[in-house]
């Protein structure tokens, strides 16, 4: 059997908020809550399910989503609709821009939780 990444927990303030937050802008469906995860289903089987901790616990993460062009398209107006603050950088320092790395379209955001998440079109090293 080859290694595949299955789940991981993604801490947060409110985990039903986050995981909407987060199935909104990319969309996708919050699933059953189980325990204290709600889930988020990735189209290749990862699933992130997220959890309320405390709030000095939370470490921020990053989570990147590769996506396909019209599906960027599509979180880009739902983050522009949303008023959600968007960066080029990992860094934070343009606002209001999207980078165009590896011949495809990027760009990074805040989840409530403090989380940088990123949505791409090409991987990194990309070269097509």
Do not use: C
């Not at 986050?18 to 969309?27: C, K, P, Q």
């Not at 590896?102 to 991987?123: C, N, Q, S, V, W």
């Amino acid at each position: 059997m080859s290694v595949e990444l299955n789940h991981t927990i993604v801490h947060a303030l409110d985990n039903r908020a986050s995981a909407e937050f987060l199935a909104h802008v990319l969309g996708l469906e919050v699933g059953t809550a189980w325990g204290p995860f709600v889930p988020v289903d990735t189209a290749n089987g990862v699933t992130l399910d997220f959890a309320a901790i405390p709030a000095g616990s939370i470490v921020p993460q990053h989570y990147a989503f590769l996506v396909s062009d019209d599906e960027f398209d599509a979180a880009f107006a739902r983050i522009r609709e949303r008023e959600i603050t968007y960066y080029a950088d990992p860094f934070l320092k343009q606002p209001g821009e999207i980078n165009h790395h590896h011949g495809g379209r990027g760009l990074y955001f805040k989840d409530p939780a403090g989380h940088g998440m990123e949505i791409i079109t090409r991987p990194y090293g990309f070269e097509g």
